[in-house]
Nanobody, 126 residues
Framework: QVQLVESGGGLVQAGGSLSLSCAAS????????MGWFRQAPGKEREFVAY????????VYADSVKGRFTISRDNAKNTLYLQMNSLKPEDTAVYYC???????????????????WGQGTQVTVSS
């Protein structure tokens, strides 16, 4: 199993940047595809980005492409999300997520992920 703890959220002005981290427990972190999702008040949780276990492939939601970068450091059991050029519509609770099984194929679907962190609030003011 994988336990996940996000950090790095906060309040930032539009156009600013934030960097999120997700610390994972367990010795098999490097074998799990990982993702970032977000949930704004009154809205469903939505896909932001995912990265393969090796870090060799990444996929982004159209709304964040070119502004956000997902990465991982398997030696440190940590997942990252660098967010630049932030917009008020990026305001949400951000969650990191681990795939259901080792070396699995994941998509943008929330159903592909079984492990979730508690979330970290990101607020972008206009």
């Amino acid at each position: 199993q994988v336990q996940l703890v996000e950090s790095g959220g906060g309040l930032v002005q539009a156009g600013g940047s934030l960097s999120l981290s997700c610390a994972a427990s367990g010795r098999t972190f490097s074998a799990y595809p990982m993702g970032w999702f977000r949930q704004a008040p009154g809205k469903e949780r939505e896909f932001v980005a995912y990265i393969w276990w090796s870090g060799s492939s990444t996929v982004y939601a159209d709304s964040v492409k070119g502004r956000f970068t997902i990465s991982r450091d398997n030696a440190k059991n940590t997942l990252y999300l660098q967010m630049n050029s932030l917009k008020p519509e990026d305001t949400a609770v951000y969650y990191c997520a681990g795939a259901k099984s080792l070396y699995s194929v994941v998509t943008r679907s929330i159903n592909d992920y079984a492990y979730w962190g508690q979330g970290t609030q990101v607020t972008v003011s206009s």
